[in-house]
């Protein structure tokens, strides 16, 4: 089966830096996304995790260890449009080709 | 540009209707994906298609049925078995690699479907 883990909400201040956490427990799995999602809109890509350690893209980073199922996403010197919902999502590639979402985690920046 | 369009962005049907999302993308992309999202929830795969004339159901597909005659195309119809339809539904698409390539799934504005 598939389970993916994330909190549900969290809340940080403009400026600060912020860790968002993801556990999975899946099959046949290959890799990890984040992704970011603004209310009302489509998911947007941010980063994909193949091999274990941190790749850092501007001010986002994510974080993979497959030993431990465990991932993070570190958004620094966060901005208000930076409110949104991050979804964290595994990626099976063994023929299947599917991604399986975590519920997202909905991420509310304040002045 | 090249994109996924999805129409209409608010689609209103009465109960016991059938009605059909459309998802058309021009990436010329092998695999394409129909998700349901709910408030508060996660992402679901309904249905998904990785070639022309071959779909697979996802985890969510009863009460839902979908068609691929072309590449570019990928309509998926709520019918009136779907007990609870009212959802925000997402169309994707990705190009097929190997098991560890960056294949990331492009999605489209979405469409807010509401039964009353």
């Known amino acids: 089966g598939q389970n993916i883990d994330q909190p549900t909400e969290m809340t940080a201040t403009e400026g600060a830096i912020v860790q968002i956490n993801c556990t999975y427990q899946t099959s046949g799995f290959n890799g990890l996304f984040w992704y970011q999602q603004h209310a009302g809109e489509a998911p947007t890509f941010l980063s994909y995790n193949v091999l274990d350690g941190l790749e850092e893209k501007g001010r986002f980073s994510s974080f993979l260890s497959r030993s431990k199922g465990y991932s993070y996403l570190l958004l620094k010197e966060l901005q208000m449009k930076d409110s949104a919902s991050y979804l964290c999502?595994?990626?099976?590639?063994?023929?299947?080709?599917?991604?399986?979402f975590g519920k997202g985690t909905k991420l509310s920046v304040i002045p | 540009d090249g994109g996924i369009t999805q129409s209409p962005k608010y689609l209103f049907r009465k109960e016991g209707q059938n009605v059909t999302l459309s998802c058309e993308q021009n990436?010329?992309?092998?695999?394409m994906y129909w998700y349901r999202q709910d408030p508060g929830q996660g992402l679901r795969l309904i249905y998904y298609?990785?070639?022309?004339?071959?779909?697979q159901k996802g985890d969510i597909a009863e009460g839902y049925s979908v068609s691929r005659e072309k590449k570019e195309s990928f309509p998926l119809t709520v019918t009136s078995a779907q007990k609870n339809p009212t959802a925000f539904y997402l169309c994707?698409?990705?190009?097929?690699?190997?098991?560890?390539?960056?294949?990331?799934?492009?999605f489209g504005p979405g469409t807010r479907l509401t039964v009353l």
């Open positions: 999502a595994a990626y099976s590639g063994a023929g299947s080709y599917q991604l399986t």
């Open positions: 990436l010329n992309h092998d695999a």
């Open positions: 994707a698409s990705s190009i097929l690699r190997s098991q560890t390539g960056d294949n990331e799934q492009f």
């Open positions: 298609s990785q070639i022309v004339n071959d779909f």
